[in-house]
Each structure stands twice: as C-alpha cells, then as structure tokens.
C-alpha cells in the first residue's frame, strides 16, 4: 500500500483535528488503503494516542529505516541528521490538519526533511501572507499536489503563491457530528495569552476570571498557556474559594464545549468551532493572534458573519460585561444551515483528499 507521512500531530490545542480527520478516513475505508506514518517529532505521546484510536496508524520508524537512522543520530550526535532523509521512500507527505502557515510559527519548508518525497498535500490548513514572505515556505505551497484550504481567503493565497491545485473546504471540525447534545447551565470559556502578552493583559485575564467567578455561576474554563495557566493548573487565589469552577488542561481543554451553554467566552478558534458543532448560540468571540483574521474567515464562509469578531485591542472586561448584560444569540436555524454548509465543505475537502491518494 501507499505510505503518506503524516506531519504535525500533536496535542494541546489542536488534538481534536487529527482525530476529526482519521474519523473521516476511517468512515472512508482510506486507512484499509493506505499507510499513514505519523511523524512523532511534534508529539511522540500524542502519536501514541491516535494510533491507540486508530490501530492501523503507525511511526515513521515503523515504516522507515531512514526515519530510524535520523532519530538515532538526533539523539546520540545531536545534528547531521537532516540528510539521512533523503534514504526515504515514502510516496506521499502530508502537513496535517488544522496547522497554521503563519510566519510566527513556520520559517521554512515543511517538508524540508522529506526531501525525495515528491508528492505533497497541504491539509485543512489556513496560510497567511507572514508565512509566504519566507521563499521555501512559499515554494512548499507553490509545488504541493494537494492544497485543501479551510477558507476562501486562504485558497486566494495559495493562489497567489502560484499554486493551481486548490480545493476549497473548510475547517475539518465540523466534520464531527454529535449525535447527542447535552445542555449544561453556565459557562464554557476558553483564554489564551498572545505571543507578545503584556502584564497589563494578564491583568485584565485575572479581572475577568475573578468577575466571572463571583457570579456564583457554574464555570468550566480551558486553561490558559504559561504563565497565567500555571496558576489555574495550582488551583491559586484566582480560583481556590470558587467550587463551581472547573479546569480542563491539555488534550481536555475542549471538554467544556463539548455541552450547549448559556454562553461562551472564546479567545480561540476551535473552542468556538467546537462549541458551534454542540449547539452554542451565544458566543463572544476574540481573535487574540495577530497578523490573521481566520476566525472570521472561517465563520464567514459558512454564513456566521453576525458573530463578531473582536481583536486583541477589544478585549477588555467591560465589553465581556456588556455582552453579558444583552448578549447576542444566533437563531436555531441560522447555525443548522451553517452547520450543513460547513459539513457540506468538508465533504468536498475529503472528496478531494480521496481523489488525490488514489494518484499515488
């Protein structure tokens, strides 16, 4: 069988994707047709993980002796393990769903290690101009077989890269479909902290964590990165006399949107996403990253442009209270026919994903 390598797979905040994605597979049958290698340099225990879901997954050095060879040189020498590469024989590689090409996180080719595979795919993937200033990340989209982008804005870039294999999709998210939707009174909400966050900002988080806690509501937060998570994680002043508060780290941090609330607080795409998939109709949104508008690119192609999308500049405590005071609520059938468009796309990005293995 073919053998795609399988880049990026990691926990945290983007663990749900991958198993959306293999999910997809599975129903497919393109796991009884394919092997897929995941490339553990992101996540080893993360791999671990998805191949306990989906047994017929493997490692790259399961695969590949080359593979084995690199990481034994990175582990005893430490360098000079790039080339060894270049002995694979994979027919595919793959950069894996719901990664970011943005220039604060990729200066260089992704696949630069995979130097004889010649058949690539960029998978569900959103990628920013910050990311296309760098000549090789610009040249691994121009040449990818295969670009399923999850915006309209981002298949423009790939365009523009010079790309001309580019499929229109969506967020592969929604190609997860509960069958049961449970209500939850409270709260879901779901912080992060920007790269360059300033002790004012974190400030402004505490404000809000103690605000939301006195409420006497019951509220399930998503732990925040360092250093403002490490003090959730201690169970600190910030939450020590609150019991109804709850705290979901890592591979657990989108449990609290797994349930319909009576509203979320989002400074994350996928906590909305996830949220929009259970139910969740009231939602205030901020897109904290900079130098990208995904969130409302995303929202946007499904027909949820009345979910405001506030910046980094927006977020403050007293525009949290003033949603709270008169929040914003979607209508029931707005969100079904969003969720149906949405469902619909990646249905189109599978299709095209299932089109392009069999050229392998």
């Known amino acids: 069988m073919p053998i795609i390598a399988y880049l990026r797979a990691h926990g945290g905040n983007d663990f749900l ?3 959306a994605f293999f999910e997809q597979c599975e129903k497919r049958g393109i796991l009884d047709k394919v092997d897929f290698a995941l490339d553990p340099s992101s996540s080893r225990n993360y ?18 002796f080359a593979r084995r060879a690199m990481q ?4 005893s020498v430490g360098r000079f393990y790039g080339p060894i590469g270049y002995l694979d024989r994979f027919d595919a590689v793959c950069e894996g769903c719901g990664g970011h090409v943005h220039g604060q996180f990729m200066h260089s080719n992704p696949f630069r290690h995979y130097q004889r595979t010649r058949k690539r795919a960029f998978l569900f993937q959103s990628i920013e101009s910050s990311a296309l200033v760098y000549s090789s990340v610009k040249e691994a989209v121009r040449d990818a077989d295969l670009i399923i982008a999850r915006s309209k804005s981002t298949a423009k870039r790939a365009e523009e890269a010079g790309n001309k294999n580019i499929v ?5 998210v929604f190609g997860l479909n509960p069958s049961d939707i449970e209500y939850k009174p409270g709260y879901s909400v779901g912080l992060r902290l920007p790269k360059d966050y300033t002790e004012s900002y974190i400030n402004e988080l505490k404000r809000l964590i103690s605000f939301l806690n006195n409420q006497n509501i019951p509220i399930d937060y998503s732990q925040a990165e360092p250093p403002l998570g490490n003090e959730m994680n201690k169970d600190s002043q910030l939450f020590r006399d609150f019991p109804h508060t709850n705290i979901f780290p890592g591979d657990d941090m989108y449990i609290p949107f797994s349930k319909k609330r009576d509203l979320i607080i989002s400074q994350r795409l996928h906590t909305t996403l996830f949220s929009l998939i259970h139910g969740n109709t009231a939602i205030l949104q901020f897109q904290i990253q900079e130098d990208t508008s995904k969130v409302a690119e995303i929202l946007s192609d ?20 003033c949603f ?7 209508h029931q059938d707005t969100l079904s026919s969003a969720l149906d468009t949405a469902r619909q796309k990646v249905k189109i990005g599978m299709d095209a994903f299932e089109d392009w293995v ?3």
């Not at 993980?49 to 050095?61: A, G, S, T, W, Y």
């Not at 229109?168 to 592969?172: E, F, K, N």
């Open 17 to 19: 994707l991958h198993f």
């Open 47 to 64: 791999c671990l993980k998805l191949k306990q879901r989906f047994p017929q997954l493997h490692l790259v050095e399961e695969l590949s």
């Open 72 to 75: 034994w040189t990175e582990k």
């Open 168 to 172: 229109t999709a969506i967020d592969i």
């Open 302 to 321: 499904i027909g949820l442009s009345e979910i405001k999308v506030h910046k980094l500049t927006d977020f403050s405590l007293d525009e949290i209270q």
């Open 324 to 330: 709270l005071d008169k929040p914003h609520v979607i």
């Open 358 to 360: 069999a050229t392998l």
